[in-house]
Nanobody
């Protein structure tokens, strides 16, 4: 099993930046990692994913503003969010995939493991 713990959420003003972190622990191997988000009354949507080989994928709404990265030695994935907008307000969830899970699943519905989420609120 794998446990994912997110950190770094909070309240920021429009245009500001914020960095989320997610650390994985446990006995199972993980490969792909990523972030999803869910706004009130909406479905959980892809934000960004990254493979163990640092291949990244982003939702169109965050391209050029958000950057996903990872530290494989520490089993940690980061999400640097710049130019935040009120519509970025959501609960952000970390997700991770087992080695045999296809990458397309990570892109479309998430991985095999999920964190509890961290609230990100953008408001003036």
């Amino acid at each position: 099993q794998v446990q994912l713990v997110e950190s770094g959420g909070g309240l920021v003003q429009p245009g500001e930046s914020q960095r989320l972190s997610c650390t994985a622990s446990g006995s199972s191997i993980i490969l792909g990692m990523g972030w999803y988000r869910q706004a009130p009354g909406k479905a959980r949507d892809l934000v960004a994913t990254i493979t163990s080989g640092d291949i990244t994928n982003y939702a169109d709404s965050v391209k050029d503003r958000f950057t996903i990265s990872r530290d494989n030695n520490k089993n940690t994935v980061f999400l640097q969010m710049n130019g935040l907008k009120p519509e970025d307000t959501a609960v952000y969830y970390c997700t991770a995939s087992k080695p045999l899970t296809p990458i397309w699943k990570l892109w479309t519905s998430g991985g095999d493991y999920w964190g509890r989420g961290t609230q990100v609120t953008i408001s003036s």
